[in-house]
C-alpha cells in the first residue's frame, strides 16, 4: 500500500515515492511534505452522534409540548403526566449532556415509557385496529439503537 502525503505549499496529496509536488513543482517554498492517515473514519461513530443529537432535540421538544400542553389542560391526570414527562425529560437531557453513567439507562426507559404511553393512548382511543402503534412511538423507538451500542456504553462511563 502506497503512502500519500499532503503538500504543505499547494494542499494538494500526492504519492510518497515523489520527492517533490508533482502540482507545484517543489516550488522554494514548499515545507516538508505531512503523512495523511489512510484509514476510513467510523461511519458507525457518525450515525451515533446524529442519533445523539437527534434525540437531544426531541427532548427539548418533548419538554416544550408538554410544557405548553400542561397550561392548556384542567387539573388533573393527564396534566400531572405532562409535568411528569417534561420534569423527566429535562434531567434526562442534563444527563445525556454530562454523559452521566445512569442517562444511557434512563434513556433506554424514557423511550420504552413513551411508547407504551403511545400504544396505550391508541388503544383507549378505539383507534387501535389490527396495528397498535402510531408514528410517534415507532419513530421514538429508533432512538434505542444508539443507547444498545458499544459507543455508548463506552460513552456513558463516568
Request: glycine fraction near 10%.
Amino acid at each position: 500500500m502506497s503512502e500519500f502525503v499532503e503538500c504543505q505549499n499547494c494542499g494538494r496529496t500526492f504519492f510518497a515515492e515523489n520527492i517533490e509536488c508533482p502540482y507545484c513543482k517543489g516550488e522554494p517554498e514548499a515545507a516538508e511534505p505531512r503523512v495523511i492517515d489512510p484509514t476510513p473514519r467510523d461511519a458507525g461513530g457518525r450515525m451515533f452522534g446524529i442519533l445523539f443529537r437527534s434525540f437531544n432535540m426531541v427532548l427539548v421538544g418533548i419538554v416544550v409540548l408538554a410544557l405548553i400542553a400542561v397550561r392548556r389542560l384542567p387539573v388533573g391526570w393527564t396534566r400531572t403526566l405532562l409535568g411528569l414527562e417534561a420534569t423527566l425529560a429535562v434531567i434526562l437531557l442534563f444527563g445525556l449532556v454530562q454523559r452521566r453513567r445512569w442517562s444511557r439507562l434512563m434513556a433506554i426507559l424514557f423511550i420504552l415509557g413513551n411508547a407504551a404511553l403511545g400504544v396505550l393512548g391508541t388503544v383507549q382511543r378505539g383507534q387501535a385496529g389490527s396495528l397498535a402503534w402510531g408514528p410517534g412511538p415507532l419513530a421514538l423507538l429508533l432512538f434505542l439503537i444508539p443507547f444498545f451500542s458499544q459507543q455508548a456504553r463506552d460513552r456513558f462511563s463516568r
